[in-house]
C-alpha cells in the first residue's frame, strides 16, 4: 500500500517526531510506504526534513498553489511523480495544503483522509467533499466537532503515540524552571497568569522562566511581563518547537492559553513527568484536573500564584501530577498502537470500506 502524505509547516514543527515515529512503524510493522509531499520553498529551520522525510520513503515536490486551474496542474504533476507506483490514499495532515491534497486525490480517483488539529481545522469538515474517505481528530472532542459536521461515520479518534520516559523528573534544584507555552492566547487569561507570576517571584526570586511569545500577536504578553518586572526571569522564543527539549524538560510547564491548538509538546511533558499548569483546555481530553494536570479554573492572579507555588513548595504534589501524567501517557498514547489504528483506517479507507470514492464505485460494508 502506498500513500501520499501531505503535510503544512505548521504541523512539521508541532508533531513532526510523533509523524516521523507514526510513519516509520507504518512501514516497518504494516507495509505501508508513504511518500512525503512538500511545498516548493520550505521554511529555512525546515530545510532539513527533505533530508530526514519524517520517516517517509521519498520526498515530493509541490509546485506553487494558487487558483483552481493552477491546483489542477500541481494536482497532474504530483501525480505523474507516482505513476510507477500509484497512490492509493492521500492523507493530508493538517488543512494548509488541503485544496492540494483534495485536488490530488480526485486526479488519481483515489480516497483522501484529513487528519485534523485544532477546533478551527474541524470546521472545514463538510460532506459536501466527496473524496474525503475520514476525517481523524487527536481527541474525543475535537472528534465530536466534527461528527456534528458529517456524522458518525467518517469520523475517527486517534490520539497522538508519545514515547514514554523512563527516568524520573528530577527534584526541582536552587534555581526553578518554568515554561510557558502560547502567551498569545486569551489577554485576561496571560494577564492574570502574569500576574500570578509576579506574586510567586516574591517567594521564589531564583524562578527561571521560558516563555513562548508569538512574533506576530505576542507583543502585549512581553509588555505586561515588562511592566511587572518579570524580564530579569524571563527568556523570551517565538517558537516553542524550536527548543522542545528545553521546553518539555522544565520543572513545571504553564499552559495559559484556551485556544484551539492541539500541541503534542504538553505530551511530552507529561512523558517526562513533568507538571502542568493549565487553563481550561476543553479540546485536550489529556489534562485532567489533580490527576495529570493542575487546572486553574477561575483565572485570577490569587489562583495562578497559589497553585504554582503550591507545586514549587510541595514536592509530593508535584510528583503526584507528573507521575499521573506519565501514566496517562503510558495507558492511552501508545506509539505501537497509535500506528496499528492508523494502519487499520488507511487500510479500510483504501478498500473503500468508507465510502464510495468514485462514481463508478458502489459502497462497501465493513
Not at 472532542?141 to 458518525?152: C, E, F, I
Request: net charge negative.
Amino acid at each position: 500500500m502506498h500513500v501520499m502524505i501531505f503535510i503544512d509547516p505548521v504541523r512539521i514543527r508541532e508533531d513532526g517526531p510523533t509523524h516521523r515515529e507514526l510513519l516509520t512503524r507504518l512501514e516497518r510493522d504494516w507495509g505501508i510506504r508513504s511518500s512525503l509531499v512538500l511545498p516548493e520553498r520550505l521554511p529555512e529551520d525546515l530545510q532539513p526534513v527533505h533530508e530526514h522525510r519524517l520517516g517517509a520513503g521519498n520526498v515530493l515536490v509541490m509546485p506553487p498553489s494558487g487558483p483552481i486551474w493552477v491546483r489542477q496542474h500541481a494536482a497532474q504533476s504530483l501525480a505523474s511523480q507516482v505513476h510507477r507506483d500509484p497512490a492509493n490514499l492521500v492523507l493530508c495532515i493538517g488543512t494548509g495544503s488541503l485544496p492540494e491534497a483534495e485536488a490530488t486525490a480526485r486526479h488519481l480517483d483515489c480516497p483522501v483522509v484529513i487528519s485534523t488539529w485544532s477546533s478551527e481545522e474541524t470546521r472545514v469538515a463538510s460532506t459536501r467533499m466527496q473524496h474525503v474517505g475520514a476525517w481523524v481528530a487527536p481527541t474525543r472532542r475535537l472528534a465530536d466537532r466534527m461528527t456534528s459536521r458529517v456524522g458518525t461515520e467518517l469520523v475517527q479518534c486517534i490520539p497522538p503515540g508519545i514515547a514514554p520516559r523512563t527516568e524520573p523528573a528530577p527534584e526541582i534544584g536552587l534555581a526553578p524552571t518554568l515554561a510557558i507555552l502560547a502567551c498569545d492566547g486569551s489577554p485576561e487569561i496571560v494577564r492574570a497568569a502574569l500576574a500570578g507570576l509576579e506574586q510567586a517571584i516574591a517567594v521564589i526570586p531564583d524562578l527561571q522562566i521560558c516563555m513562548e511569545i508569538d512574533a506576530e500577536n505576542g507583543h502585549q504578553a512581553w509588555r505586561e511581563a515588562d511592566a511587572r518586572g518579570l524580564l530579569d526571569h524571563v527568556s523570551t522564543i517565538a517558537d516553542a518547537t524550536q527548543v522542545r527539549s528545553l521546553m518539555t524538560s522544565c520543572d513545571i510547564i504553564l499552559n495559559p492559553n484556551r485556544g484551539p491548538r492541539v500541541r503534542t509538546m504538553v505530551l511530552e511533558a507529561m512523558a517526562a513527568s513533568r507538571a502542568i499548569i493549565s487553563a481550561p483546555a476543553e479540546d485536550l481530553d489529556w489534562l485532567i484536573d489533580g490527576t495529570t494536570a493542575a487546572i486553574v479554573d477561575d483565572a485570577t492572579p490569587e489562583n495562578w500564584s497559589g497553585t504554582l507555588l503550591n507545586l514549587l513548595t510541595q514536592p509530593g504534589n508535584r510528583r503526584a501530577l507528573g507521575i499521573g501524567a506519565s501514566d496517562w501517557v503510558t495507558e492511552h498514547h501508545d506509539p505501537a498502537r497509535h500506528a496499528a489504528e492508523w494502519a487499520k483506517l488507511l487500510s479500510g479507507v483504501s478498500k473503500g470500506v468508507s465510502y464510495p470514492f468514485s462514481s463508478e464505485s458502489t459502497p462497501r460494508q465493513p
